[in-house]
């Protein structure tokens, strides 16, 4: 088959059909991917720079020389024996690890970074079996129970490795690491579903890949095996981790699931995967499915900050309203998989909640996984500490450094999406990119100092007059609700409205599913100026979630915020921030590398020196946007803050 080397991966949303009694839509569009999108932004650039001269280098240094991950390859292409060296899905972070390197080599070209990569591609081509079977575990420990556990990882690797073939095939244009893909996938697809031989995943994470695979290649083979990895769920399959079949998500069959359940990240994997086999096969059984898992994840089990996964138990979800803060897992990894699948609703319904979502995921529980250096990660991403935590050089289990690595010099693949008659602005993002609507090239330039500022200006530069509608998203949180759903809440609504303008006049647009449409003759020089007002504002929680009752968060456009040690006297268990509190906030050039603080006089529990009694003092006190907090050493942080000094928790002090 003809491939062509820079296939640029489209998510095309097909037109609407129903094949449940379901009656759903299915949009016509396609995201922009990344390589396709020039990033100017000052916060993303900074992100960028450092993923790529820390992060990157970090993860190559722990994979090939810190840990055993590149030996094992090496000793199975050596045929020599040898021990496996670390955990039995160690795989994976290679891939991972290779598909950062590859995005890195489309913003950055770098012939040294290249050359690494080529290294390593060399030893896993090598390491593949005859048959195109390819696991450094199975094959060191004994390759007779190879494909005998479903929960040991053989396609969750084996996932994670098309996924990187994929992006270093598009950045390059060399196809090694693809060919080794597509052997593995062969042998899969031979293994299983031209057998129907029942399986379960164990970890998900192939069937999206399968679904990149396919639109990658054009071999529907792949499609169909994604599309018979989701049919196999829910037909008897008992994980012996945890003794239940919550955990993989294997009660139901997934048609029939209205309800989260399990392990978190590999919950999003699965969902992203079934979001992209509707949107090929035009599923409406999996969509009315997944609409209703994402309505019991984002309205009863979501953190604040976008994280997902309250219990490092099960690395996952409990039950419904369930969201401690100093003990909240809300893995790295799990915020990705929020961002990976809310694109895919997007794409698939049109509707810009999911976006809400994915910015919501994107600025706070995943930015919260990488320090502002790049050298440090978190696995855990908690909403309270009472000092004891702190960011690692690395884990274990690593699969959050390269996710958040991937996830951040990729970013550009979020900002855009478009039809051939219309062009969806979905992030605010300074970028540059260009795009054809009804056959005409569209250039388009967004300038804009988010999120610390709610200015955003986007200049669009058809090469001639063409009308065409653009959609740009109002997010929730600027029409006075901050998430979806109703568990959090405003505790004051605000007045001030966005505004829209067209070459400085007021613009004549339509609201439609969250986006303010513009429909006109666009020219050369036209420039849409939004401002978006991003007063301090103050969420409180439902009485359902408990460890919120009488407490408060801050929210200052998309970012959350949290009050910090380093900025407050050493302490924060001992703040109390009353409703009528006054605000002030300023940009700190030389704070966290750069951010908007917020300041308020707030009184702060003391205990006397009795022991007897308890006193208020008046103090100033700092809100930090929470991504940004343990860049400073240990020490007490908190997100949500007492309202009445009678519901400080002063054992905490």
Not at 219 to 240: M, P, V
Not at 271 to 294: E, S
Not at 476 to 484: K, S
């Amino acid at each position: 088959m003809k491939i062509s080397p820079f296939f640029i991966y489209p998510l095309m949303i097909a037109c609407a059909i129903s094949k449940s009694d379901a009656q759903v839509a299915f949009q016509n569009r396609e995201s922009i991917n990344f390589s396709q999108v020039k990033i100017t932004d000052k916060f993303w650039n900074s992100r960028i720079n450092a993923v790529t001269n820390i992060s990157i280098p970090v993860c190559i240094d722990q994979t090939e020389f810190k840990t055993g991950r590149i030996r094992n390859f090496e000793k199975v292409a050596a045929k020599k024996g040898g021990s496996h060296e670390g955990i039995y899905y160690d795989d994976s972070d290679v891939y991972k690890a290779l598909e950062a390197i590859s995005y890195s080599l489309s913003n950055h070209p770098d012939p040294i970074l290249e050359k690494k990569a080529e290294e390593w591609i060399d030893k896993i081509a090598a390491a593949q079996l005859p048959d195109g079977y390819l696991n450094t575990y199975y094959t060191l420990v004994d390759i007779s129970k190879r494909w005998t556990d479903m929960d040991k990882h053989e396609d969750y690797c084996a996932g994670h490795l098309i996924e990187a073939a994929i992006a270093y095939f598009n950045a390059t244009g060399k196809r090694k690491l693809l060919d080794v893909a597509i052997r593995f996938a062969n042998h899969i697809d031979a293994t299983f579903r031209l057998q129907n031989r029942h399986w379960v995943s164990g970890h998900q994470g192939i069937e999206l890949a399968l679904v990149k695979l396919y639109k990658t290649t054009g071999n529907k083979n792949y499609l169909d095996l994604s599309d018979w990895y989701l049919e196999q769920r829910g037909h008897g399959y008992f994980d012996k981790k945890l003794g239940s079949k919550d955990y993989c998500q294997n009660r139901l069959p997934l048609r029939e699931e209205t309800e989260i359940s399990g392990h978190a990240v590999r919950a999003m994997y699965l969902f992203t995967g079934a979001a992209d086999v509707a949107a090929a096969k035009n599923d409406a059984g999996y969509l009315k499915a997944i609409k209703q898992i994402w309505e019991d994840v984002v309205y009863r089990n979501m953190y604040i900050t976008g994280g997902i996964g309250s219990s490092g138990r099960n690395e996952g979800f409990t039950v419904d309203y369930d969201l401690p803060n100093e003990a909240a897992y809300c893995e790295t990894c799990a915020s990705v998989g929020m961002v990976f699948w809310n694109q895919r609703m997007n794409l698939l319904t049109g509707e810009s909640k999911y976006i809400d979502v994915l910015e919501r995921s994107l600025y706070n529980g995943a930015l919260d996984g990488l320090s502002l250096k790049g050298d440090l990660f978190f696995y855990e991403n908690p909403l309270a500490s009472g000092g004891d935590l702190s960011r690692s050089e690395w884990f274990g289990t690593a699969c959050c450094p390269s996710n958040i690595a991937r996830l951040v010099e990729s970013v550009g693949n979020y900002i855009y999406t478009k039809s051939n008659d219309a062009l969806w602005v979905n992030l605010f993002v300074g970028s540059t990119a260009s795009f054809v609507i009804k056959e005409q090239k569209v250039a388009l330039k967004q300038f804009t100092n988010y999120p610390w500022d709610g200015t955003i200006s986007i200049a669009v530069d058809p090469d001639k007059i063409t009308e065409f509608e653009l959609y740009v998203r109002i997010p929730g949180w600027a029409n006075n609700q901050p998430v979806p759903g109703d568990t959090y809440r405003y505790l004051t609504n605000s007045s001030e409205k966005f505004s829209i303008l067209v070459n400085d006049i007021p613009a004549i647009f339509k609201m439609e599913n969250g986006y303010a449409v513009i429909n006109k003759n666009w020219k050369k020089g036209d420039v849409v100026k939004l401002n978006l007002p991003m007063p301090v504002r103050r969420i409180v929680a439902i009485e359902n979630v408990k460890d919120n009752q009488n407490r408060v968060a801050l929210q200052r456009g998309p970012l959350v915020y949290c009050f910090e040690h380093s900025d407050n006297d050493g302490k924060v268990m001992d703040i109390v921030l009353p409703d009528k509190a006054i605000f002030k906030t300023a940009f700190n050039a030389a704070l966290l590398d750069g951010i908007v603080s917020i300041q308020t006089q707030a009184p702060v529990a003391k205990i006397s020196a009795g022991g007897l009694t308890v006193n208020s003092v008046n103090r100033k006190i700092t809100a930090i946007p929470y991504f940004t907090w343990a860049n400073r050493g240990k020490g007490q942080m908190q997100v949500w803050v007492p309202r009445k000094i009678t519901n400080v928790s002063l054992s905490s002090k």
